[in-house]
């Protein structure tokens, strides 16, 4: 980040520079643009979302290793995880990772955002946020204490209810889960089907729910296969974006605020500030396999041509069947600890099974039960590796290095597999593939855990809010110590929420488009 502005009196002027075009970006672009008062300039580093398979739910398979639309980055060698990389898929086109994700509409516990407050973040409880995530809604249920309707994104039920998922909750319900119809609700404990960001079968990114309408605007401009290189200073005020758009280089004014929306690797990479990239938390999941006794699995239907063309048809003439399904159709929250105030485990259910996300689905029936550390101790970093923009940064998270995670994650197996083996679920069961009965003991298990334990893609908080020395934004998500520069999207969480992260951070655009527009006053 240069100092000094090499602005030029031709290049173009905005009121607002948005640098990401994801899940905050396309929300900020909306509401920023949506008076007619102030010109928005929205820079995506990726291309536009036209891949067909970023709107069949399914096809987040698909783009798992997509590279056109994923920055695909690596961590470096974890060292608990007995020195593996472990693959952080990003999304790199309009909506960001919203256009790729898995689709599940979960906020965290009402718990995460008061534990915000506690932390002297003034605004950020849960009775401060809950308006925001309501305002964002357009609830299939429809409107109630906890959540809204009329707003851009849908958020609609699960649509395949099929007989796997139902018997999961089935055995949970019968190991002492109580039934749960809404984890966003009152209450998170229990067991249910997941809600999902989706509107009639199709994937509803923020590129789609809050972009798509303001696109038309005459003070809205969207480039895409535009990197930013760096924020542009004049003294300690941001007053600019220098961006490459193919083999050119161009810039741009800003005359109110820039805004970094690139999320938790990208905008810390962008800010190149002492002390940005501190914090870096991460959700890890540890899969349990089972191979099922009824050929009623996504992995038949993928493996036999017929059932995979009736499949395909399904979808396009009804926008039904499994490729509606999401990252998750059951899902279950529960406490590792009579201890605990709340889950620190969420489970999700899939009707299929693989060695690998984003691989080939296996030969056999099979189905998918993860567990996955709601509030994880271990932190790590975010290290720029050069002040070249194109060369990916030095991730580095630390899964698993306190001893409250590899006990969390073995306990929360434990938990998992007597789910797993409960009456409900027994006709559907021939064994467990992997790990296997050969794996028993605590120790085994949190070797399993280190073999082959990975990521469920909620990166956050390398440019965490706070009043501490190491906190990189104030309650307004304004950069410590600069003017006219905001981050906004996942960087900003103080700490990981109880959940997935995509809902907290639509949550998170629409309360600082709110902020934003009141400072402009």
Same mark, same amino acid.
């Not at 698993?400 to 995670?405: H, K, L």
């Given at each position: 980040?240069?100092?000094?502005?090499?602005?030029?009196?031709?290049? @173009?002027?905005?009121?607002?520079?948005? =640098?990401? +075009?994801?899940?905050?970006?396309?929300?900020?672009?909306?509401?920023?643009?949506?008076?007619?008062? *102030?010109?928005?300039?929205?820079?995506?580093?990726?291309?536009?979302?036209?891949?067909?398979?970023? *709107?069949?739910?399914?096809?987040?398979?698909?783009?798992?290793?997509?590279?056109?639309?994923?920055?695909?980055?690596?961590?470096?060698?974890?060292?608990?995880?007995?020195?593996?990389?472990?693959?952080?898929?990003?999304?790199?086109?309009?909506?960001?990772?919203?256009?790729?994700?898995?689709?599940?509409?979960?906020?965290?516990?009402?718990?995460?955002?008061?534990?915000?407050?506690?932390?002297?973040?003034?605004?950020?409880?849960?009775?401060?946020?809950?308006?925001?995530?309501?305002?964002?809604?357009?609830?299939?249920?429809?409107?109630?204490?906890? *959540?809204?309707?009329?707003?851009?994104?849908?958020?609609?039920?699960?649509? =395949?209810?099929?007989?796997?998922?139902?018997?999961?909750?089935?055995?949970?319900?019968?190991?002492?889960?109580?039934?749960?119809?809404?984890?966003?609700? +009152?209450?998170?404990?229990?067991?249910?089907?997941?809600?999902?960001?989706?509107?009639?079968?199709?994937?509803?990114?923020?590129?789609?729910?809050?972009?798509?309408?303001?696109?038309?605007?005459?003070?809205?401009?969207?480039?895409?296969?535009?990197?930013?290189?760096?924020?542009?200073?004049?003294?300690?005020? +941001?007053?600019?974006?220098?961006?490459?758009?193919?083999?050119?280089?161009?810039?741009?004014?800003?005359?109110?605020?820039?805004?970094?929306?690139?999320?938790?690797?990208?905008?810390?990479?962008?800010?190149?500030?002492?002390?940005?990239?501190?914090?870096?938390?991460?959700?890890?999941?540890?899969?349990?396999?089972?191979?099922?006794?009824?050929?009623?699995?996504?992995?038949?239907? =993928?493996?036999?041509?017929?059932?995979?063309?009736?499949?395909?048809?399904?979808?396009?003439?009804?926008?039904?069947?499994?490729?509606?399904?999401?990252?998750?159709?059951?899902?279950?929250?529960?406490?590792?600890?009579?201890?605990?105030?709340? @889950?620190?485990?969420?489970? *999700?259910?899939?009707?299929?099974?693989?060695?690998?996300?984003?691989?080939?689905?296996?030969?056999?029936?099979?189905?998918?039960?993860?567990?996955?550390?709601?509030?994880?101790?271990?932190?790590?970093?975010?290290?720029?590796?050069?002040?070249?923009?194109?060369?990916?940064?030095?991730?580095?998270?630390?899964?698993?290095?306190?001893?409250?995670?590899?006990?969390?994650?073995?306990?929360?197996?434990?938990?998992?597999?007597?789910?797993?083996?409960?009456?409900?679920?027994?006709?559907?069961?021939?064994?467990?593939?992997?790990?296997?009965?050969?794996?028993?003991?605590?120790?085994?298990?949190?070797?399993?855990?280190?073999?082959?334990?990975?990521?469920?893609?909620? @990166?956050?908080?390398?440019?965490?809010?706070?009043?501490?020395?190491?906190?990189?934004?104030?309650?307004?998500?304004?950069?410590?110590?600069?003017?006219?520069?905001?981050?906004?999207?996942?960087?900003?969480?103080?700490?990981?929420?109880?959940?997935?992260?995509?809902?907290?951070?639509?949550?998170?655009?629409?309360?600082?488009?709110?902020?934003?527009?009141?400072?402009?006053?």
């Amino acid at each position: 980040m240069n100092a000094n502005s090499s602005l030029a009196p031709s290049d @173009p002027e905005f009121d607002y520079i948005i =640098v990401g +075009a994801g899940s905050a970006g396309c929300v900020l672009a909306n509401r920023l643009s949506a008076n007619g008062k *102030h010109s928005v300039l929205l820079l995506e580093a990726g291309p536009k979302d036209s891949n067909i398979w970023i *709107h069949v739910p399914l096809g987040y398979g698909k783009l798992f290793k997509e590279k056109t639309v994923n920055w695909m980055y690596q961590t470096e060698p974890e060292p608990e995880l007995k020195g593996r990389q472990v693959f952080q898929p990003r999304g790199k086109t309009l909506g960001g990772s919203s256009s790729i994700n898995g689709l599940l509409y979960v906020r965290g516990q009402h718990e995460d955002y008061d534990r915000w407050r506690q932390h002297g973040n003034a605004g950020w409880s849960y009775d401060d946020v809950l308006p925001y995530f309501k305002k964002a809604e357009n609830q299939a249920r429809g409107a109630d204490q906890y *959540h809204g309707s009329g707003g851009p994104l849908p958020v609609s039920n699960m649509v =395949v209810t099929d007989p796997l998922s139902k018997a999961f909750m089935d055995a949970a319900v019968e190991t002492g889960l109580p039934y749960n119809p809404d984890f966003n609700g +009152a209450t998170q404990e229990g067991v249910g089907l997941f809600q999902t960001t989706t509107r009639n079968g199709r994937r509803a990114s923020t590129a789609v729910a809050y972009l798509g309408p303001a696109k038309t605007r005459s003070n809205l401009k969207v480039e895409t296969e535009a990197l930013g290189q760096r924020v542009l200073f004049e003294g300690r005020r +941001a007053v600019g974006v220098e961006y490459g758009q193919g083999t050119t280089v161009r810039r741009a004014r800003a005359r109110k605020e820039v805004v970094l929306s690139s999320g938790a690797y990208n905008s810390p990479q962008l800010l190149q500030l002492s002390g940005v990239g501190h914090d870096l938390q991460d959700h890890m999941q540890v899969r349990i396999v089972m191979r099922c006794s009824q050929k009623i699995t996504l992995n038949d239907t =993928v493996n036999n041509p017929f059932r995979r063309t009736l499949a395909g048809a399904r979808y396009a003439l009804f926008r039904k069947g499994w490729l509606t399904i999401a990252a998750g159709t059951a899902g279950a929250f529960f406490k590792t600890s009579p201890r605990l105030a709340s @889950p620190d485990i969420q489970v *999700h259910f899939l009707p299929f099974s693989t060695d690998k996300m984003g691989e080939r689905l296996h030969d056999f029936s099979g189905f998918t039960a993860s567990v996955c550390q709601l509030r994880p101790e271990s932190r790590g970093t975010l290290r720029i590796k050069s002040a070249d923009p194109t060369v990916p940064p030095e991730i580095r998270i630390n899964y698993m290095s306190t001893e409250t995670d590899r006990t969390t994650n073995v306990e929360g197996l434990k938990i998992l597999r007597k789910i797993l083996n409960a009456p409900a679920l027994k006709p559907f069961v021939v064994s467990e593939y992997d790990p296997g009965a050969k794996v028993s003991t605590d120790g085994e298990l949190l070797d399993y855990c280190r073999e082959r334990g990975s990521t469920i893609y909620h @990166p956050t908080s390398t440019c965490r809010m706070g009043n501490d020395a190491l906190a990189v934004v104030d309650q307004r998500l304004k950069v410590r110590g600069l003017e006219g520069l905001r981050i906004v999207d996942v960087s900003i969480m103080p700490d990981l929420v109880s959940g997935n992260t995509n809902a907290p951070i639509i949550m998170i655009a629409e309360k600082a488009s709110d902020m934003i527009l009141e400072d402009a006053r």
